[in-house]
């Protein structure tokens, strides 16, 4: 566990490292394990950090089976005291983006998502620790990477209009939330070929595809509402090879939604 949060204090800073080496020299100080079973516990690893709120390291996709309750609580405690990977977590999340160009085809399938957590029923595992923070709704917040994530799919809309042979609709391409405001539902209007409006939410963040992202209610209710033109574009990995899948239609049909705020007003007990 205390190898893989280096590993990832070194991925956020830069720094490189070859994970192969690192696991069989892991081995080396364990008995009787293989090298796929030290993979299998970093991809459980991974999954952790994901509902903890911290990023992950991308060769290690989440897997969710394992016993949840101990795992957590130990990687829970040593991420807190871990203050190397804290400030490189911050400075992560923080740091200012600038638009990108994509070069080559960024599009991927959308992500399969393991049937543990899509047939999970709606929990809450408080953690009461005061030094929980959610790094994910930090990075959500970060607006410099939203700008540059949406300004990136204006540029991939225009560009697939353009080599569709429809210059005069991909000149039409708007970047709504900056011209009308971000309370439309949706960031980007675009078309299809023949015409028909494309509604485009774009959720942007620096680490994997795994990654959770936060849905607005208002995005949520547009979604439902032109669910036949609706579509949420997931770019990922965009400060190293900025890459999208998209998930069309409403939200709440492909997504398992978590209530992790409410909006509170008095009222008679």
Known sequence: MADYLQMLTLELNGQRYVKRARAKALMDRLEDRSLGSVEFKRCNISAVLIELGYPYING????????????????????????????????????????????????????????RVADAPETYAPTFSASHRDYLAQEARNRSLGRAGELFVMDLEARRLH???????????????????????????SYEDSGQDRLIEVKTTSFGEDTPFYVSRNELARSQRDAEVYHLYRVFDFRQKPRVFSIDGRIDQWCRLDAVNFLARLSEG
């Open 60 to 115: 290690y996709k989440r897997r969710d089976n394992f016993q949840k309750r101990l795992l957590t609580e130990v990687v829970a405690r040593m991420a807190s005291a871990d203050q190397a990977l804290q400030d490189a977590v911050l400075a992560a999340v923080s740091r200012p983006a600038t638009p990108a160009v994509a070069y080559g085809d960024p599009w991927v399938a959308r992500p399969k998502p393991d049937k």
């Open 163 to 189: 080599a569709a042979g429809k210059k005069r609709l991909a000149d039409k391409v708007e970047h709504v939330a900056a011209t009308e405001g971000d309370g439309l539902g949706y960031d980007v209007h």
